[in-house]
Nanobody
Framework: QVQLVESGGGLVQPGGSLRLSCVASGILFSAYFAGWYRQAPGKQRELVAILSTGGSANYADSVKGRFTVSRDNAKNTLYLQMSGLKPEDTAVYYC?????????WGQGTQVTVSS
């Protein structure tokens, strides 16, 4: 059974930093494409960052240069390091993995950027 569990969300001031974590069970992140999406109020869910099995990453233009996606294979955990946070980054962030054509999602963690 595949299960993804996010953590690390919270309230942060503009310009601050936050690290999100996603622990997987039932799969190895190293064997599958995995990444992060977010959904702001009244908006569609959008891709934030994705990491390939080969270690290459791509990012939404809105977060490029500020966010970094990575994984720790020993801990089977995916991370999203966020810095220079802006109010428009406020959203629920979801961990995601693509496993044999099937999309798996975490339950989401709220990130709020506000002064």
């Amino acid at each position: 059974q595949v299960q993804l569990v996010e953590s690390g969300g919270g309230l942060v001031q503009p310009g601050g930093s936050l690290r999100l974590s996603c622990v997987a069970s039932g799969i190895l992140f190293s064997a599958y494409f995995a990444g992060w999406y977010r959904q702001a109020p009244g908006k569609q869910r959008e891709l934030v960052a994705i990491l390939s099995t080969g270690g290459s990453a791509n990012y939404a233009d809105s977060v490029k240069g500020r966010f970094t996606v990575s994984r720790d294979n020993a801990k089977n955990t995916l991370y999203l390091q966020m810095s220079g946070l802006k109010p428009e980054d406020t959203a629920v962030y979801y961990c995601h993995a693509l496993v044999r054509g099937m999309n798996y999602w975490g339950q989401g963690t709220q990130v709020t950027v506000s002064s």
